[in-house]
């Protein structure tokens, strides 16, 4: 931030996409579907989790890691 770079994360934990990311986009089809911080995400949405905003937005489910 000091520097004005700008990262760019990608990841599917939403947990640490909230502690890390100051600004978050949902990428589906290659089309950003939303933008916006956190806290703007989930009360645009009226969800409390990201992963509730990604499901509410794009009606799509997290795929859960099944290693059974």
């Known amino acids: 931030k000091k520097h004005d770079t700008?990262?760019?994360l990608t990841s599917h934990d939403m947990d640490e996409v909230e502690k890390l990311c100051d600004r978050i986009a949902f990428i589906k089809d290659g089309r950003?579907?939303?933008?916006?911080?956190?806290d703007e995400l989930k009360r645009n949405s009226n969800q409390k989790?990201?992963?509730?905003?990604?499901l509410?937005?794009?009606g799509e489910e997290f795929a859960?890691?099944?290693?059974?």
Not at 32 to 38: A, K, L
Not at 49 to 54: A, G, I, K, S
Not at 64 to 68: A, F, V
């Open 6 to 8: 700008t990262v760019i």
């Open 64 to 68: 859960e890691n099944d290693n059974d």
């Open 32 to 38: 950003i579907w939303v933008i916006g911080t956190s």
């Open 49 to 54: 989790t990201l992963e509730d905003v990604f």
């Open 56 to 58: 509410a937005i794009t």
